[in-house]
């Protein structure tokens, strides 16, 4: 059974720090990988998507790399800013269970200006 | 809109009701998911449909649960005789392929609040 863990749960960084959000899964047989944003009350914000045959993806300050055979995945976040601050959640999508996503916990990450 | 419209939004039921959520999907796409989210946790899979098809249910946790996409359009979740284990953030989302290999758009939830 695929299991998705995030560390660490929370973190605090005062503003202008670059950062490293962890995943790792059980299962390397994945299909993609996809780090999301959610901010409270609020919907998942799709980040990245990693196809399994790429090593990373980014987007403005934001860098995801991807190992299958380790089973992690990080993001990086660049010079962080208060805008930041929300929950991270990364998923991963198995070959063989269709679109289904398993998704970690979470990093609630705080930046303090 | 453009996006994964959910409605209601919040929804208080006393325990024994009957409540059903709504999903608007982003135009033309053909994968749907709904996903339950407890306080803290990430989110959990129910169900997933390929327009109207059904192909995946393994997520759903009892029977008192129940899910359609009638017309593979709009896709409504029923939960029957509610329990204070159901009050969670209802989350619908979909995609637009049918192979799995595009990403996931979010609707904002329906938070249920079971008393």
């Known amino acids: 059974k695929q299991e998705v863990t995030q560390i660490p749960a929370a973190l605090s960084v005062p503003e202008g720090e670059n950062l490293v959000l962890n995943c790792s899964f059980t299962?390397?047989?994945?299909?993609?990988l996809q780090w999301f944003r959610q901010d409270p009350g609020k919907g998942l914000t799709s980040l990245l998507l990693?196809?399994?045959?790429?090593r990373e993806q980014t987007s403005g300050r934001l860098n995801a790399s991807l190992d299958k055979s380790s089973g992690r995945s990080t993001l990086y976040i660049a010079a962080s800013q208060p805008g930041d601050s929300a929950t991270y959640l990364c998923a991963v999508r198995r070959n063989n269970q269709g679109g289904k996503l398993i998704f970690g916990q979470g990093t609630e990450l705080s930046v303090k200006p | 809109g453009a996006g994964v419209s959910q409605s209601p939004r919040y929804k208080v039921a006393k325990r024994g009701q009957d409540v059903a959520l709504r999903c608007d999907p982003i135009?033309?796409?053909?994968?749907l998911f709904w996903y339950q989210q407890a306080l803290g946790q990430g989110p959990e899979f129910l169900t997933y449909f390929q327009n109207e098809a059904q192909l995946d249910k393994s997520g759903l946790p009892s029977d008192r649960f129940f899910a359609e996409r009638p017309e593979g359009s709009v896709s409504t979740l029923k939960i029957q005789r509610t329990q204070q284990e159901d009050s969670a953030v209802y989350l619908c989302a979909s995609s637009l392929d049918r192979f799995s290999a595009g990403e996931l758009f979010f609707g904002e939830g329906s938070r249920l609040t079971v008393l």
């Open positions: 299962d390397s047989a994945i299909y993609n």
């Open positions: 135009s033309g796409h053909v994968s």
């Open positions: 990693i196809q399994s045959s790429q």
